[in-house]
Structure formats: structure tokens, C-alpha cells
């Protein structure tokens, strides 16, 4: 049973930075790929950012130049490097990744609210 666990999430300032951590149960590497993905209220889930094993990320348009996606080989993390937020930033953040098997596993969600 793979457990992905979320943390960093709170509230920051538009404009500030935060960043978000994704620590897993199984070694980062056993995955094909890593992602980031955020629900806002009523809205539907969405692709924040994703990393495959090879390759450049792949960044949503709305994050594009704020965001980072990053992993943390020494921690066994997988980041989320938040900068320039907006209040259209605010939503609960899912760590996601899938294995060479079909596997697809989540996270439970941290909550980012960006307001003054």
C-alpha cells in the first residue's frame, strides 16, 4: 500500500511564496511519473504540474513561470515550489503519481489559501 502524504500548505499573502512537500512510502524512483494537482472549490480537479521520469516537466498555462516541480531525491520528496500566488491560487493540492504496474496513487490534499 503506497501512502503519499502532503504538507506546507497554509495561508500566504498575494505575492508570497510557499512550498509544498509530497513525501511517499515507496522510493520516488519506482514511479513513472509525479504530479501536482489542485481542486478549488467547486471547481473540478486539475492538472497542476507533472513530472515523468525523463524529460521536462509539464506546467499548467495558469502557473506557468510561478510554479516548480521538483524532486528531493536525499528526503524522498516530491515538491511544490509556489511563488507570485494569486487568490485564484487557492485550492486543496494533491500529490499524485503513477507506477510502471498502472498504479495510481493520491494523496489526502493540503489546503493553500492565498488571500490578504
Known amino acids: 500500500q503506497v501512502q503519499l502524504v502532503e504538507t506546507g500548505g497554509g495561508l500566504v499573502q498575494p505575492g508570497g511564496s510557499l512550498t509544498l512537500t509530497c513525501e511517499s512510502s515507496r522510493n520516488m524512483f519506482s514511479f513513472n511519473y509525479l504530479a501536482w494537482y489542485r481542486q478549488a472549490p467547486g471547481e473540478q480537479r486539475e492538472l497542476v504540474a507533472r513530472?515523468?521520469?525523463?524529460?521536462?516537466?509539464y506546467y499548467s498555462d495558469t502557473v506557468k513561470g510561478r510554479f516548480a516541480i521538483s524532486r528531493d531525491n536525499a528526503k524522498n520528496t516530491v515538491n511544490l515550489q509556489m511563488t507570485s500566488v494569486k487568490p485564484e491560487d487557492t485550492a486543496v493540492y494533491y500529490c499524485?503519481?503513477?507506477?510502471?504496474?498502472?498504479?495510481?496513487?493520491w494523496g489526502q490534499g493540503t489546503l493553500v489559501t492565498v488571500s490578504s
Open positions: 499524485n503519481a503513477g507506477d510502471p504496474s498502472g498504479g495510481e496513487y
Open positions: 513530472r515523468e521520469r525523463f524529460g521536462s516537466p
